[in-house]
Nanobody
Framework: VQLQASGGGLVQTGGSLRLSCAAS???????LAWYRRAPGKQREFVAR???????VAAESVKGRFTISRDNAKNTVFLQMNSLKPEDTAVYYC????????WGPGTLVTVSS
């Protein structure tokens, strides 16, 4: 199963974006996650959701970002609110734990 992220763009500080991640096959039994890589930094974990809907988010995004999934549509989402310039990054979706294949991700740029 391959995952493809989309929905990134340019937004002002305080704005919102919703990222989507479409799977090429069924992933209902898998935990899924969003990760990001900011310019000049290593890729980091953002949020994950288990097959049963249990959510875990990084401290830096708690209360602002929400991960969700639609197993019928093989899609996982990341709702991002109250965006900050430090959220600027390429966002990736992958399984949790992450598998070795990473798609191109989707770029989110937050202007100050």
């Amino acid at each position: 199963v391959q995952l493809q992220a989309s929905g990134g763009g340019l937004v002002q500080t305080g704005g919102s974006l919703r990222l989507s991640c479409a799977a090429s096959g069924s992933f209902s039994i898998n935990a899924l996650a969003w990760y990001r890589r900011a310019p000049g930094k290593q890729r980091e974990f953002v949020a994950r959701i288990s097959s049963g809907g249990i959510l875990v988010a990084a401290e830096s995004v708690k209360g602002r970002f929400t991960i969700s999934r639609d197993n019928a549509k093989n899609t996982v989402f990341l709702q991002m609110n109250s965006l900050k310039p430090e959220d600027t990054a390429v966002y990736y979706c992958n399984f949790f734990p992450a598998r070795s294949f990473w798609g191109p991700g989707t770029l989110v740029t937050v202007s100050s």
